[in-house]
């Protein structure tokens, strides 16, 4: 066995160890599976014959999914409505042990969700053909968002990290930020948001894919040059230890610790099968492998690996160790 490969092995088995919080937006992916037979009479478009539905974690959802998957222990924090999406994911959560004491089911809230509608042949695989989001119409009361802070002060002696996974839905506000940036001077916090990376400074590392690295810093991306330079500028300004843009099937680029500009290729097949969640993996990894005692570059590589597996799977997918050894494995040869 190679040293790098024992190494990877070793932080690996660290991650059953871990006690991980994520804080943010709980969404329901639901996926209706269908056949397509006919053109409709009513308008020029397809008729598919429905065969089955499938509801999933989303958001940061499918981080904790994730998480779990790989053997943590973790803590979500979020809101959800009284509705079927909310029931669904808390009890999806419970039935796998975990304490959802962090998740609020707050009257008149619709559960965030997106429906996605899938259609292929019986022995193809099935593309997706729309997608339906449902989102909250009203603000997030204040009183709710205090509780989750104080959620978070009650837990935070017992975990040894914090994922907040943004998509920008209001759970997240100011004095959330604020609660969060304070937990990162004691233990490692990674930030994955989509429109508000700028309010997180001072956390330990971001990871934004290009198109939301280009939206923080102001600065347009053309080629390699340019995601090198983005990541320069977004650790210095917002004073985080790490940046890691994903890059699709270009790879990853880290700005590490020590400012050092680390380029990953891309692990496994370039022809993605659906990079729906993949980024939640990535951001999961990445932290788990950080608690477990790795460098930011091996907790990057690690994620890339992981993210490399799950992009070749339809939905929010999660993986497991042994996948993600036996992606190791392949690789190192």
């Known amino acids: 066995m190679k040293k790098e490969e024992r190494r990877f092995r070793d932080i690996i088995r660290g991650f059953s160890k871990a006690r991980i919080a994520v804080i943010g937006d709980l969404v329901a992916d639901r996926y209706i599976f269908g056949k397509p037979f006919k053109l409709s009479r009513e308008a020029p478009v397809l008729v598919v014959r429905h065969d089955r539905d499938e509801i999933l974690p989303g958001g940061a959802g499918n981080a904790v999914n994730n998480l779990l998957a790989l053997g943590a222990s973790v803590y979500p924090a979020g809101v959800v409505g009284k509705d079927e999406f909310g029931r669904f994911l808390l009890a999806f959560f419970r039935k796998k042990g975990v304490d959802t004491s962090g998740i609020l089911a707050v009257p008149g809230r619709e559960t965030i969700s997106k429906t996605r509608i899938m259609a292929g042949d019986d022995h193809t695989s099935k593309q997706q053909v729309i997608r339906i989001d449902r989102e909250p119409v009203l ?44 937990v990162a001077g004691n233990i490692p916090v990674v930030v994955d948001s989509r ?15 290009e198109s939301e690295a280009e939206l923080s810093s102001g600065t347009k991306i053309r080629g390699d040059r340019d995601v090198v330079a983005v990541g320069k500028k977004l650790r210095k300004r917002l004073k985080v230890k790490a940046v890691l843009i994903t890059r699709g099937n270009k790879g990853m680029i880290l700005i590490d610790d020590k400012g050092r500009v680390n380029t990953i290729p891309i692990c ?35 994620s890339n690996y992981a993210g490399g597996i799950v992009v070749m799977k339809r939905g929010a997918a999660t993986l497991t160790s042994e996948e993600l050894l036996t992606a190791i494995r392949n690789d190192l040869g």
Not at 195 to 209: D, K, R, S
Not at 281 to 302: D, K, M, N, R
């Open 139 to 182: 603000s997030l009361d204040e009183r709710w968002r205090r509780k989750i802070v104080q959620y978070l002060r009650k837990i935070q002696d017992t975990i040894g990290a914090l994922i907040v996974s943004d998509y920008g839905y209001g759970v997240i506000d100011d004095e959330v930020r604020s609660e969060i940036r304070r």
């Open 195 to 209: 429109y508000q990376l700028e309010g997180y400074a001072g956390v330990t590392a971001v990871t934004p894919n």
């Open 268 to 302: 496994g097949s370039d022809q993605v099968t659906d990079v729906t969640g993949a980024g939640d993996t990535v951001t999961s990894v990445f932290t788990l492998s950080l608690v477990a005692g790795a460098s930011f570059l091996e907790a990057a590589q690690l």
